[in-house]
């Protein structure tokens, strides 16, 4: 349980996703213009991130390994991910259309994510346990949207700030995003290293 | 000389990361040391000529609806042979690019050529299209990573260039460096060219322009 709590917290704060391993930063500035867009990304992300990780650990474990096709999973998993998007947008579309509403329009961005494809692999990598991969999913997605939702907030500062004309637009977000991304740094020695 | 045209226009016109600011995982995440961006940019640009060729050869196959799954699966295919190739030959950048090598598959400049150049262009013109956007790309990697590992190691390409008594400035190869640096460069190339820069993120060039542009623009109608 308490490696659980670990794993959660570090990659919601220590690793962020996108301040501190870079992963989906096209999103990270393309949707976080307004907060409500954040939050539906980020939840979509999240929801992705976790079935993912349902769907690709067993497909590495009980049909690439037996096989000795490991080397395959970078096809494997991105090819699970593709799929696994256009189905959940189909069977969306049909049962919950609310929620088809609500998320629908983040959905075939997702797959292009580097974050989702990132965080199966990483899974793998690290040698996670089925719990822990999905317990590392959850929180990598949760990582994500609170870096959306924090930077959302910052950026309609700098939208309305003076900046030098050259650094207008979108160089004065990435030397903002740095700045946040410094105030992350404050948890890298949270459980010493 | 179209096809000149074609190859030229990735470097600076249409800079994939600079100008249309497509693929900026990579950009931020490997540039700590010189040698480690021209590797990724190098092993980028393959996979991009490879795609871009594959998928021009096959455009007439591919059914329209299916056609980003497609895409996906050949990309991945070269992605691994890469992967492979240098972690034969070249285990310590292998083992430098760790995770962004298998994620050089959802790198958005290769998904994005293929949707909006080479399944529509015949092969020579989607190779030199490839060639030259994959050069522009290694480019930009090479001048943020050129600035983080001055600033950042006080070295260039491992060759010590500071006096080892003076103390590099460690933000620079920190993450909150390389999103500072980005930021700079991009309003260097900008103030170079007397170009007003980039607003917005380059939608136009990412393979899901239709969809979200669309999806998102009804949505906020949608909420007035």
Redesign the interface.
């Known amino acids: 349980m308490k490696e659980l709590v670990i794993i959660m917290i570090s990659a919601i704060l220590v690793d962020n996703v996108v301040?501190?391993?870079?992963?989906?930063?096209?999103p990270f500035?393309?949707v976080s213009k307004k907060m409500?867009?954040s939050v539906g990304m980020g939840v979509a992300v999240i929801f992705v991130m976790v079935c993912a990780t349902a769907v690709t650990f067993p497909v590495y474990k009980f049909l690439l390994v037996p096989f000795g096709a490991d080397?395959?999973?970078?096809?494997a998993f991105?090819?699970v991910i593709?799929?696994f998007v256009?189905l959940v947008e189909i069977i969306l579309k049909k049962v919950l259309p609310p929620l088809y509403k609500a998320l629908?329009?983040?959905l075939?961005?997702i797959?292009?994510?580097?974050a989702v494809?990132?965080v199966t692999?990483?899974n793998i990598?690290e040698g996670y346990t089925f719990i822990q991969s999905i317990t590392n999913a959850l929180g990598t997605g949760l990582a994500f949207t609170l870096a959306l939702l924090l930077f959302s907030g910052v950026r309609t500062k700098v939208d309305a700030a003076d900046v030098p004309e050259?650094?207008?637009?979108?160089?004065?977000?990435?030397?903002a995003?740095?700045?946040v991304?410094?105030s992350f740094?404050g948890f890298s020695g949270l459980f010493g290293s | 000389m179209s096809n000149f045209k074609e190859f030229t226009k990735g470097l600076i016109k249409e800079n994939p990361t600079l100008v249309t600011l497509l693929g900026m995982c990579p950009t931020l995440a490997v540039t700590v040391s010189a040698s480690n961006a021209i590797g990724m940019g190098l092993a980028t640009t393959f996979v991009l000529i490879c795609s871009n060729m594959v998928i021009s050869l096959l455009k007439n196959v591919i059914p329209k609806e299916v056609r980003l799954p497609c895409y996906i699966v050949i990309i991945a295919g070269f992605v691994t042979a890469v992967e492979l190739l240098l972690k034969q030959y070249l285990p310590s950048l292998h083992s430098a690019l760790g995770i962004f090598l298998p994620l050089i598959t959802v790198n958005c400049i290769i998904l994005g050529r293929a949707e909006v150049f080479a399944g529509k262009n015949k092969i020579i013109p989607s190779i030199c299209d490839g060639a030259g956007m994959g050069l522009g790309f290694t480019l930009a990697l090479l001048m943020m990573g050129t600035v983080r590992e001055i600033f950042g190691s006080g070295s260039w390409f491992g060759i010590q260039l500071a006096p080892k008594s003076l103390d590099p400035m460690m933000i620079f190869i920190m993450p909150a460096g390389g999103f500072f640096v980005l930021g700079c460069v991009i309003a260097f190339v900008n103030k170079v060219a007397r170009k007003k820069p980039p607003k917005e993120m380059g939608c136009k060039g990412c393979p899901h322009y239709e969809n979200c542009g669309k999806a998102l623009e009804l949505k906020e109608k949608e909420e007035g």
């Open positions: 301040l501190s391993q870079f992963k989906g930063i096209c500035l393309g409500q867009n080397y395959l999973k970078t096809i991105i090819l593709a799929l256009q629908g329009v983040y075939p961005l797959t292009t994510n580097c494809l990132g692999i990483t990598d050259t650094f207008k637009g979108v160089p004065a977000t990435l030397v995003a740095s700045i991304s410094i740094m």
